[in-house]
């Protein structure tokens, strides 16, 4: 199993351009993340997929858009990027069973810079 | 979400025993206490987990105390490669209807020193 897969590794943008950050997990989960951790901090929700067909707002969705292709792939959309939108983004998964769930498994990170 | 307070920054020698200390006051009767590992350029990773009194894995052993408003991460005989940030959470963690979510704060900055 890869776990969670995130494309691209890196990216450079200048403001106002869009770009679609992909992540994928071949482990069946059913719920997935995206976060952004700026330097020195903790990771920030941006937004979350509790189930395919679903996704909901985290602590910073303003100026991004997430698809929940199927169960495997959770997108997320920058429309239009800013210098203030540069980070490292994760992508995260966790099993559901019905039960408590705690244990999240992090993609290895998308590190994006807008000019 | 209960808030969770923690050092900033630790520095320990190889191979002691290093504590850090979580403050959680606010904890709710449904709250787990988990506990993240993240290596600099890497994704945060799992390391243990607890509701209360004492957990013990290969990695850590988890110490909460019978009122539950802190814990303390235990890693023994540290080495080089513990050299992470180390991340306290503390939340619901049910899975099915309704949110899911995770609050991770700055973290504690552990360097181990040779």
């Known amino acids: 199993n890869a776990g969670v897969t995130q494309t691209p590794k890196f990216q450079v943008l200048k403001t106002g351009q869009s770009m679609t950050l992909q992540c994928a997990q071949d482990?069946?989960?059913?719920?997935m993340y995206w976060y952004r951790q700026d330097p020195g901090m903790g990771l920030r929700l941006i937004y979350y997929?509790?189930?395919?067909?679903?996704?909901d707002k985290g602590e910073v969705p303003n100026g991004y858009n997430v698809s929940r292709l199927n169960k495997r792939e959770f997108s997320l959309r920058l429309e239009s990027a800013a210098p203030s939108q540069t980070s490292v983004y994760f992508c995260?998964?966790?099993?559901?069973?019905?039960?408590?769930?705690?244990?999240?498994?992090f993609g290895p990170g998308t590190r994006l810079t807008v000019t | 979400l209960a808030k969770t307070t923690q050092p900033i920054s630790m520095d320990s020698y190889e191979g002691q025993e290093v504590n850090i200390t979580c403050s959680h006051n606010?904890?709710?009767?449904?709250?787990?206490i988990t506990w993240y590992q993240q290596f600099p350029s890497q994704g945060p990773r799992f390391i243990i987990q607890?509701?209360?009194t004492k957990v013990t894995n290969e990695v850590a052993s988890l110490f909460i105390p019978a009122d539950r408003k802190s814990s303390t991460l235990s890693l023994p005989r540290v080495s080089l490669s513990d050299t992470a940030v180390y991340y306290c959470?503390?939340?619901?963690?049910?899975?099915?209807?309704?949110?899911?979510?995770?609050?991770f704060g700055k973290g504690t900055k552990l360097s181990v020193i040779p």
């Open positions: 997929s509790a189930s395919e067909g679903t996704t």
């Open positions: 607890g509701y209360k």
């Open positions: 995260a998964s966790i099993p559901t069973s019905g039960g408590p769930v705690y244990e999240q498994y």
């Open positions: 606010n904890i709710a009767t449904n709250d787990y």
């Open positions: 959470l503390v939340g619901v963690a049910y899975s099915g209807a309704g949110s899911y979510q995770l609050t």
């Open positions: 482990m069946n989960h059913n719920s």
